[in-house]
């Protein structure tokens, strides 16, 4: 009997998480790509859901989007996800990202994960967690039509916002959720410039964790008006800033939505 790799994620864009102009907003894009993810691999016996009975948890190490064009409100759209190849201590998972009678390819996602443990923190060996389980399912002959996820460096910044972490954006980790960050990147543009413009590229780079109560600065540095640099930082007492994630942000100037 052939094992089945990748999943197929039926979703969609609710108007509750949909933006002003009735598309869905990329935090919840993301959450539903992360969920695809945790679906993928519980059904296989290395997701979340078997790592927590051994004290193992998945973390998220970097992400890249890309995105020609963005679920509208009540559409229907498919996330499939699938492992591309494990490492000892990193794999790499990707998603296309299309309409649900599969006419619209709207993206695609590619991605690197760590295990570790939740007790001392530390990088776990995947490929020995369950009998190396997820050895059955990596799919390296499946394309994914993207540019590949990079270590996002950015340019020195000097200008910030600043919000703190809270409630809304706490997940079951007990640490702030990784698409928050980018609700919170997003928070900073203008509706004006929204409406002019459409994320194509975004990439992130994940480095620590925020908490319930730490106050996060956002750094921000445009090089032109489409590309544009994100440096999330905290504070603690005496060492100073400790980074939490980057990020760069491509967007394409479209026509305003009347």
């Given at each position: 009997?052939s094992?089945?790799k990748?999943?197929k994620?039926?979703?969609k864009?609710?108007?509750?998480?949909c933006?002003?102009?009735?598309?869905?907003?990329?935090?919840?894009?993301?959450?539903?790509m992360l969920?695809?993810?945790?679906i993928?691999?519980?059904q296989?016996?290395?997701?979340?859901?078997?790592?927590?009975?051994?004290?193992?948890?998945?973390?998220l190490?970097?992400?890249a989007?890309?995105?020609?064009?963005?679920?509208?409100?009540h559409?229907?759209?498919i996330i499939?996800?699938?492992?591309?190849?494990?490492?000892?201590?990193?794999?790499r998972?990707?998603?296309?990202?299309?309409?649900?009678?599969?006419?619209?390819?709207?993206?695609?996602?590619?991605s690197?994960?760590?295990?570790?443990?939740?007790v001392?923190?530390?990088?776990?060996?995947?490929?020995a967690?369950?009998?190396?389980?997820?050895?059955?399912?990596?799919y390296?002959?499946?394309?994914?039509?993207?540019?590949?996820?990079?270590?996002?460096?950015?340019?020195?910044?000097?200008?910030?916002?600043?919000?703190r972490?809270?409630?809304?954006?706490?997940d079951?980790?007990?640490?702030?959720?990784?698409?928050k960050?980018?609700?919170?990147v997003?928070?900073t543009?203008?509706?004006?410039?929204?409406t002019?413009?459409?994320?194509?590229?975004?990439?992130?780079?994940?480095?620590?964790?925020?908490?319930?109560?730490?106050?996060?600065?956002?750094?921000h540095?445009?090089?032109?008006?489409?590309?544009?640099?994100?440096?999330?930082?905290?504070?603690?007492?005496?060492?100073?800033?400790?980074?939490?994630?980057?990020?760069?942000?491509?967007?394409?100037?479209?026509a305003?939505?009347?």
């Amino acid at each position: 009997m052939s094992i089945e790799k990748t999943t197929k994620y039926l979703c969609k864009a609710d108007a509750f998480h949909c933006d002003f102009q009735h598309q869905l907003c990329l935090g919840h894009l993301g959450n539903s790509m992360l969920n695809a993810a945790d679906i993928h691999s519980t059904q296989r016996n290395f997701g979340m859901t078997y790592l927590n009975t051994i004290n193992k948890t998945w973390v998220l190490s970097r992400l890249a989007i890309e995105l020609d064009d963005i679920p509208k409100e009540h559409d229907d759209f498919i996330i499939e996800t699938w492992v591309e190849n494990a490492m000892k201590y990193f794999t790499r998972r990707n998603w296309d990202i299309y309409s649900s009678d599969g006419s619209r390819i709207y993206g695609h996602g590619k991605s690197i994960w760590a295990m570790i443990d939740t007790v001392t923190r530390e990088p776990q060996n995947i490929l020995a967690v369950n009998e190396g389980r997820i050895n059955d399912y990596i799919y390296p002959e499946k394309v994914c039509n993207m540019k590949d996820v990079s270590r996002v460096t950015t340019p020195s910044m000097t200008e910030f916002t600043e919000f703190r972490v809270c409630y809304s954006d706490i997940d079951v980790n007990g640490h702030c959720n990784s698409m928050k960050y980018i609700d919170h990147v997003m928070n900073t543009f203008s509706r004006e410039y929204l409406t002019t413009h459409q994320i194509q590229r975004l990439e992130i780079a994940y480095v620590a964790e925020g908490y319930w109560g730490d106050t996060i600065r956002i750094y921000h540095l445009s090089q032109d008006d489409t590309q544009h640099f994100f440096r999330l930082t905290k504070n603690i007492d005496s060492k100073g800033e400790i980074e939490l994630c980057r990020l760069k942000l491509h967007f394409r100037e479209v026509a305003a939505n009347k």
